[in-house]
């Protein structure tokens, strides 16, 4: 596994592109440090254009993704908490996380060895123990893991959080204009802003979401897709509104994908949040694995896509069906490993990128926006070991 490299000298101005949950938590990690940093968001700092729409988002340890990503989680839940009580607002609900599927599911396994290795406190029962706790269905033969960790970020919540702690270190926040270009020459580095002005620094971060790979240069772009995937919230009719509002984030291993709902609740909008990760019958239609440009992507639902979450609604949670109340289209940016990618661009070292954040980021901010720091200033000290930054590097850097 490869690990970051650390060289430089502490910068004294930085510019970050991208007011979304990275860009605020690279703000605010390295204005703690000492860099006087201004963020440029081409919306508002919230906004329902980019990653971060839907108002809500899952924090789970059990990750199936790798136990490599379990430090970091547990690195940003305890500063998800403090920033919390610190901002006198609930950021992260523990729900804890419910993951079921068939037994011999691959993922299934994968976040059961997680829990085991990383010694997550975590109980895994059967189909009927399950469907006596929660309203779930599923077949007799089935298992569940449920970590009482797990459950969701509120998102404007944490990012109010994380701007206002910028903030009082001195961030500067800029928003409705877009950066149109990263602009190096020998002595500095900046950008130049959609309005013609030029902006300019030590060091820039560009943490621009699903508009990161225009900002690359071209060979650079290749590896990150962007993909389009469906919000939907059910208006539950089957007057089981209190046993629902109990449950935990849920998420079913599925054979044909990863699909993931939430308790009934009113963040943002009153309903059963539900989404799907990972449909590989809709990846083998070309469907989910359509590339898409965040400027041209339909944001509409559409009514296969809809009828597809139903599906899942019927089979596993039937207490939870109802009409649509909401849906919404927000956009992933993958990488060929789904890993994240965070490093330096390998022609200007005065430049950091972080995203490629492939749909499972947002809980990780905390922990990104420290990693962003080190690597702009160029601060040693102990950390996690990622190889995060393999892609660039296989891209070409
Ligand atoms: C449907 C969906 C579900 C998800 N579920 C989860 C989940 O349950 N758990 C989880 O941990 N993660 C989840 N994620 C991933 C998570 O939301 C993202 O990883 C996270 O939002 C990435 O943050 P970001 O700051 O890199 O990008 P964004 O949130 O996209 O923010 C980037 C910001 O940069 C701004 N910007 C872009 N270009 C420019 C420019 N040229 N000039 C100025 N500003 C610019 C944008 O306007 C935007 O505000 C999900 C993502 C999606 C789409």
Redesign the pocket.
């Known amino acids: 596994m490869a690990s970051i490299a650390v060289v430089g000298t502490a910068a004294q101005s930085v510019i970050v592109?991208?007011?979304?949950?990275?860009?605020?938590a690279s703000a605010w990690a390295l204005a703690k440090r000492g860099a006087s940093v201004t963020v440029?968001?081409?919306?508002e700092?919230v906004?329902a254009?980019?990653?971060?729409?839907?108002f809500?988002?899952?924090?789970r340890q059990a990750y199936h993704e790798g136990s490599d990503y379990v430090p970091l989680i547990q690195e940003s839940e305890t500063e998800w908490l403090a920033l919390g009580r610190r901002a006198k607002q609930t950021l992260l609900v523990q729900t804890g996380l419910l993951e079921f599927g068939a037994p011999e599911h691959p993922e299934l396994i994968d976040a059961i060895s997680v829990c085991e290795r990383m010694q997550l406190d975590y109980e895994v029962t059967d189909a009927a123990t399950t469907r006596r706790r929660w309203p779930f269905t599923m077949p007799d033969d089935w298992i569940s893991c449920f970590t009482p960790s797990g459950g969701?970020?509120r998102?404007r919540q944490c990012m109010e959080a994380f701007r206002s702690e910028a903030e009082r270190c001195g961030v500067s926040v800029l928003e409705g204009?877009?950066?149109?270009r990263v602009a190096q020459t020998g002595k500095r580095v900046g950008v130049v802003l959609d309005d013609g002005r030029q902006l300019w620094a030590d060091r820039i971060v560009v943490?621009?979401?699903?508009?990161?790979p225009?900002?690359l240069p071209p060979r650079l772009r290749q590896g990150l897709v962007r993909l389009r995937?469906?919000?939907a919230w059910s208006k539950p009719q089957g007057g089981r509104d209190e046993a629902l509002r109990r449950l935990p984030v849920w998420a079913a291993f599925l054979p044909h994908g990863f699909f993931?709902g939430f308790p009934l609740s009113d963040e943002g909008v009153t309903g059963v949040k539900l989404?799907c990760?990972t449909n590989f019958l809709a990846e083998e239609a070309g469907v989910l694995s359509q590339p898409v440009d965040p400027d041209r992507v339909d944001r509409d639902a559409g009514a296969k896509e809809l009828a597809s979450l139903a599906e899942i609604l019927a089979a596993h949670l039937p207490a939870a069906v109802g009409p649509w109340a909401h849906h919404t289209v927000?956009?992933?940016?993958s990488t060929p490993s789904w890993d994240f990618l965070i490093d330096r661009l390998p022609d200007d070292p005065r430049v950091v990128i972080?995203?490629g954040?492939?749909?499972?980021?947002?809980?990780?901010?905390p922990a990104v926006g420290r990693l962003v720091a080190e690597l702009v200033l160029g601060e040693g000290g102990p950390r996690a070991d990622f190889s995060f930054a393999r892609h660039l590097r296989d891209a070409g850097g």
């Open positions: 592109v991208g007011g979304g949950p990275m860009g605020l440029v968001e081409r919306f700092v906004n254009l980019s990653s971060h729409g839907g809500t988002r899952v924090i969701y970020l998102v204009v877009a950066v149109q943490t621009a979401g699903p508009w990161l225009s900002l995937r469906v919000l993931y989404a990760h927000c956009m992933y940016t972080a995203g954040f492939s749909g499972h980021g947002f809980k990780f901010a």
